[in-house]
């Protein structure tokens, strides 16, 4: 109780000085919580995004379908899989896909093309491909499984095969592939929409229903056989966990699921360089703050070095010394968060609602960001209070063990 | 060597009376080395009975201060022994040694080294809080003491805005509310007026009778020495007189 009455004695009595130390530690702590609060909140903008694409949270697979990827390599018994998925709270959405790399056959051009087939509605609640379509209609249930007049299944195309084959609203795509039998899978499908843009995943991408997929592979036997499940969460920080739960939960080994850190793991590395990059910058704001606290610190227990002496002479104990150097530090950081946080707190939340918009717009694989937001979480205010509080404490750590160890009487002879 | 040690401190435990606060044997202290080498104090032999009120006097560097410390606690010695209350203390360090001072030695500085951010009380409380002496106990020693030196009303100030003898005397207050073995006092008059200084002394010299209280203290000033009871003299580090006067 002593030494806490006179640290706090002690902080008061220098105020222009205890108020430089907290208003620099203060604002150490509101810089460190909105960078940290802008790069937590442009990440996980970014993630959201970028899954949310077409990618998903959590994607469903045969064995190794991702590296090596096959025709034959089917999730069996999708429905029950989905259903039992889809009953989740976590899960918004679960997209069922079939893949065939195909040729695709327009006016008189041909072009590869990656045909898959959706569930509609399911894709529209996973990813944002309906708000893709930029001409035409997209798929619903009804377009999707009645062919129209000429039989003809309706198909989606990318913005640059449509453009390469000179295709249109209306017109006919002709798509040739393999089919699970081993025949020459062979259609005419009737466009009606065409999605994205030239730089977007889906430019050379044709969907059609799984039906028509199914049909088109002469697997129309089979409905319950798709190559990809595609899983949107509540949360994208849940990822992994839920990718782990969900595996064990499965009871199939020959399934695999993965985070999308797994499925696209290139970008997911990229990122996190790019993260370390901003940690370092926070580094640097720490090791500017700490050296201005370490000088009024040092300043502080130098001056008083012989008050220290005398405290020790009459008896007070090293340690009660060591204690009341770093109790004085530790308030003083206490304080100085409380302060940050009152200034940082109110934008931070602007940020994380309003965001800065972004003079240019920037494109990342064909995902274009155009607001930079800001997060607010535990993570964001705790992290810069443990990194403020530890690091006054570590530059504290010095002079009060140089004041704990001084021998009284050179103490008391100091000037 | 540990032993050996003890057995002296055995020894000295058995042939030294009850009375005595203070024992030096053979102390010595020295700065520096070859050229530079200082002799401090040479050679002291000194023993102080509890209830003396010893000055010790000599001309400036003539070691007073360096005694002081040794005697204290506060400086080691270059050779020599300091027994208080029979204890050696060089042997002591750390907490021992914090705590032996606390509890058996009252500092009375020149420069009267108050806790600036304390009150008056607070300063006179602070070695009782230390010792975790109850709070009815702490007040009334403080109280009692706040009045026998004329502190009354003067409690609740801080040391800035005290004068200089007043601030003395809580100093001393500081030193004697432990009701330590000794209290050592180097010059506390150095920085007071005559006036004052005299008057200090005399409230110490109340203390040293009324409460049998042992004072020790160092002094250029021979209005000050004159109400000493004992005068060790020290010149050039060595004592050359040590006289009893009724
Ligand atoms: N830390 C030190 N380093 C070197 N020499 C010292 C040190 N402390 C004291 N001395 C020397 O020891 C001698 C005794 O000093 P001391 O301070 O004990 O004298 P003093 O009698 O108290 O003098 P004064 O009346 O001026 O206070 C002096 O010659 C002094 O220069
Ligand atoms: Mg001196």
Known sequence: ?415 | MTTQVNITDVAKKATVSQNTVIETTHLCREFGQGDTLVKALTDANITIERGEFTAIIGPSGSGKSTLLQLIGGLDNPSSGDVFLDNKNINHMTGNELSDFRRDHIGFIFQAYNLIPVLSAQENIEYIMLLQGVPATERNKRVDNLMHTLGLEGLGDRRPAELSGGQQQRVAVARAMVSKPSIILADEPTANLDSKTGADLLDMMKELNEKQNMTFVFSTHDPKIMERAKRIISLVDGCIVADERRS
Not at chain 1, 22 to 50: D, Q, R, V
Not at chain 1, 265 to 284: H, P
Not at chain 1, 312 to 341: D, N, Q, Y
Not at chain 1, 389 to 403: E, K, Q
């Open chain 1, 1 to 415: 109780m002593l030494i806490v009455k006179l640290a706090f004695r002690n902080i008061l009595r220098n105020r222009r000085r205890s108020l430089l130390t907290l208003l620099s530690m203060g604002g150490g702590f509101f810089l460190l919580c909105l960078t940290l609060s802008m790069t937590e909140g442009s990440y996980s903008n970014i993630i959201n995004i970028f899954t949310q694409d077409h990618t998903g949270h959590v994607q469903i697979h045969k064995e190794n379908y991702l590296e090596r990827p096959s025709l034959y390599k089917t999730i069996n018994h999708a429905d029950e899989i989905i259903s039992q998925l889809e009953q989740q709270p976590l899960v918004l959405g679960v997209a069922p896909r079939i893949y065939s790399p195909s040729l695709a056959y327009g006016k008189n051009k041909t072009f590869p093309a990656q045909v898959v087939g959706i569930d509609p509605e399911r894709e529209a609640k996973t990813t944002h491909l309906e708000n893709k379509v930029n001409e035409g209609q997209y798929l619903t249930r009804q377009l999707a499984n009645k062919t129209n007049k000429d039989a003809y299944f309706p198909a989606m195309i990318g913005f640059s095969l449509a453009k390469n084959l000179q295709l249109t609203i209306g017109d006919e795509l002709v798509l040739i592939s393999q089919g699970i039998d081993g025949s020459i899978a062979n259609d005419i499908f009737n466009v009606v929409a065409i999605v994205g843009d030239a730089g977007s995943y889906e430019r050379m991408n044709v969907y059609i229903s799984l039906t028509a997929m199914r049909t088109f592979l002469s697997i129309a036997g089979d409905s319950s056989k798709v190559h990809e499940l595609a899983l949107i969460l509540s949360s994208q920080s849940q990822a992994r966990k839920f990718a782990a739960s969900t595996q064990s939960a499965l009871k199939n080994e020959s399934l695999s699921v993965d985070p999308w850190q797994v499925v696209e793991s290139s970008f997911y590395k990229s990122m996190q360089a790019d993260k370390k990059g901003s940690y370092i910058s926070m580094g640097i704001i720490i090791f500017i703050v700490s050296i201005g606290v370490l000088n009024t610190i040092l300043m502080g227990t130098m001056e008083r070095t012989r008050e220290f002496g005398v405290l020790k002479a009459i008896g007070t104990r090293p340690l009660a010394v060591f204690t009341l150097i770093m109790l004085e530090s530790f308030v003083l950081a206490i304080i100085s968060c409380l302060i940050g946080l009152v200034l940082a707190l109110p934008v931070c939340f602007w940020l994380a609602s309003v965001g800065i918009s972004m003079p240019e717009p920037i494109d990342m694989g064909g995902i274009i960001f155009d607001t930079m937001l800001g997060e607010v979480s535990w993570f964001v205010v705790l992290l810069p209070s443990v990194v403020v509080i530890s690091s006054t404490l570590i530059v504290s750590f010095i002079p009060a063990l140089r004041a704990a160890k001084i021998s009284p009487l050179k103490a008391l002879q100091a000037v």
